[in-house]
Nanobody, 125 residues
């Protein structure tokens, strides 16, 4: 069974940085594109960033472009999300996920088969 464990969330002030990490308990980690999503209370989960298998392609939602960076280490089975210049509106529960849909958009929740438990990020103003 594929398991993902996120870490690195916390409470910070606006303008600060956090680095989220997600470890995948799967030997074939390198064959999967990966994504980060976030969810506000009472809202649908939304796309934040995605990275291709070899890390040659990355994609970001417009609201985090230039502030967040997604990366991966296939040898360590990890995918990270470096979050700089954090804003109060970044406050959410953040999830990493494994993309498992040959034709689906990497921005769609439905294209991801496995999810972590989430890590809370809170940014105070």
């Amino acid at each position: 069974q594929v398991q993902l464990v996120e870490s690195g969330g916390g409470l910070v002030q606006a303008g600060a940085s956090l680095r989220l990490s997600c470890k995948l308990s799967q030997r074939a980690f390198g064959v999967y594109p990966m994504g980060w999503f976030r969810q506000y209370p009472g809202k649908e989960r939304e796309f934040v960033a995605a990275i291709s298998r070899g890390a040659g392609f990355t994609d970001y939602v417009d609201s985090v472009k230039g502030r967040f960076t997604i990366s991966r280490d296939n040898a360590e089975n990890t995918v990270d999300l470096q979050m700089d210049s954090l804003k109060p509106e970044d406050t959410a529960l953040y999830y990493c996920a494994v993309y498992n849909d040959r034709d689906g958009s990497r921005r769609n929740v439905q294209s991801y088969a496995y999810w972590g438990q989430g890590t809370q990020v809170t940014v105070s103003s």
